[in-house]
């Protein structure tokens, strides 16, 4: 059974600091890592995608990963009241097989 | 270029009584998944299709099944409707099996 695990939360920060959600993953043959954001009521919206060790960053987003320790990370700096919502991690462990979702962490940006 | 859309938005039945949900990808996408969302149990995989052929099939009861068309869109059916199948049901385009999917804006099912 491949699993995904997030924190639920909610992880509440202080705006302007850095958000940082976490996420670790059972198969160790995963491949590709997404991060996506879903406000209440709504569906998920991609924030970003990552496929080899290190960081990539885009705009105020960083996410991070480590295959050896199977975990991906994702940073949001200068955190914003809109910024609120759940942050879903997903997994494919290979080209072909079906996405694996975490719980998500939902994340609260405090004014 | 359009997103992932679904039909319908909102939906009310009762139990016992049939649903079928509406897919169109996002043009040139030909991997469509499906999703069910509730609260408790978060995003649980129903099944994917590609190229009118189911590739993924996720852990749910036989009363849901699904389709794919020619022209990429996709259909998921729910029979025998329970109150526990309240959810929203959320579709996923890709390009390719595997790919990153983006989603539509989902059906909010209620079974009274």
């Known amino acids: 059974q491949k699993e995904v695990e997030q924190n639920s939360g909610p992880l509440s920060v202080p705006e302007g600091a850095i958000a940082s959600l976490n996420c670790t993953y059972s198969d160790r043959g995963s491949q590709s890592f997404f991060w996506y954001r879903q406000y209440s009521g709504k569906s998920p919206e991609l924030i970003m995608s990552i496929y080899s060790n290190g960081d990539k960053e885009d705009g105020r987003f960083t996410a991070q990963l480590n295959k050896a320790s199977q975990y991906v990370s994702l940073l949001i700096r200068d955190s914003q009241p809109s910024d609120s919502a759940t942050y879903l991690c997903a997994v494919n462990a290979n080209y072909g097989q079906n996405f694996v979702f975490g719980p998500g962490t939902r994340l609260s940006v405090l004014p | 270029k359009a997103g992932v859309t679904q039909t319908p938005r909102y939906l009310i039945k009762t139990r016992g009584q049939q649903v079928t949900l509406s897919c169109s990808p996002i043009?040139?996408?030909?991997?469509v998944s499906w999703y069910q969302q509730t609260p408790g149990q978060g995003l649980q995989f129903l099944f994917e299709?590609?190229?009118?052929?189911?590739?993924n099939k996720g852990n749910f009861p036989g009363r849901f099944s699904g389709r794919q068309f020619s022209n990429s869109r996709s259909e998921m059916n729910v029979s025998t409707l329970e109150l526990g199948d309240s959810a929203l049901y959320l579709c996923a385009s890709s390009l390719e099996v595997g790919d990153t999917q983006y989603f539509g804006p989902g059906t909010r099912l209620t079974v009274l």
């Open positions: 043009s040139g996408h030909r991997s």
């Open positions: 299709y590609f190229s009118e052929t189911q590739r």
